[in-house]
């Protein structure tokens, strides 16, 4: 059983810059694909950013694209989000996820992770 716990959230202004953790325990998460996902008031649930198991394929919704970076550190057992020239409707809760083993990184629906962090809160004022 994977646990994840998810850190870095806070108030920022718009332009700012964060860099979300999320790590893991209970498990290695070196042989799973991950995801970010978040969440805004009254919104859906969406994917942010996923990563493939092996860290060579990366993938990022359009709205983040050039400003946001996920990342791996197999030694930390964590997974990363740096969150660049953050903008007022990045505004939500920021959650990880992780995949079964040796999953592929390209079914980016909720219902294809196994593992989910409680989120960390991120809210951009302008």
């Known amino acids: 059983q994977v646990q994840l716990v998810e850190s870095g959230g806070g108030l920022v202004q718009a332009g700012d810059s964060l860099r979300l953790s999320c790590a893991a325990s209970?498990?290695?998460?070196?042989?799973?694909?991950m995801g970010w996902f978040r969440q805004a008031p009254g919104k859906e649930r969406e994917i942010v950013a996923a990563?493939?198991?092996?860290?060579?394929?990366?993938y990022y919704v359009d709205l983040v694209k050039g400003r946001f970076t996920i990342s791996r550190d197999g030694a930390k057992n964590t997974v990363y989000l740096q969150m660049n020239t953050l903008k007022p409707e990045d505004t939500a809760v920021y959650s990880c996820?992780?995949?079964?083993?040796?999953?592929?990184?390209?079914?980016?629906?909720?219902?294809?992770?196994?593992?989910w962090g409680q989120g960390t809160q991120v809210t951009v004022s302008s």
């Open positions: 990563i493939n198991w092996r860290g060579d394929y990366i």
């Open positions: 996820a992780a995949k079964n083993p040796f999953r592929g990184a390209t079914d980016y629906s909720p219902a294809a992770y196994a593992y």
């Open positions: 209970g498990g290695t998460i070196s042989n799973r694909a």
